[in-house]
């Protein structure tokens, strides 16, 4: 049994999501071509080598994919209407 009416009313700041998701996409970019330059210029031998960079690059990247489907996600939501009630009720 639910109690409470949070479920049903609670909306999500989709305003300060979309902010977010644009700085983090810029800095999740900007930390994958940093660590692919650094995985180019890297020499084989004790870490930090190639293979540490690439895996960085690569989280970097993925996070960057979340951050960019985010930011569809709540661009969709707001077109539709979803985001926050400024009403006061």
């Known amino acids: 049994m639910r109690r409470g009416t949070e479920p049903v ?3 999500t700041d989709l305003e300060l999501r979309r902010l977010l998701s644009r700085i983090f996409l810029v800095l999740f970019l900007c930390g994958t ?3 692919a330059v650094l995985a ?3 020499a084989p031998g004790p870490p930090p080598n190639r293979g540490v ?3 960085l690059a690569a989280v970097c990247a993925a996070f960057a994919g979340i951050s960019a489907f985010d930011l569809t996600v709540v661009r969709r939501r707001l077109a539709a209407g979803q985001g926050r009630d400024t009403r006061r009720r």
């Open 53 to 55: 960079y690439a895996v």
């Open 9 to 11: 009313n609670a909306r």
């Open 33 to 35: 071509v940093v660590f």
């Open 40 to 42: 180019a210029l890297a």
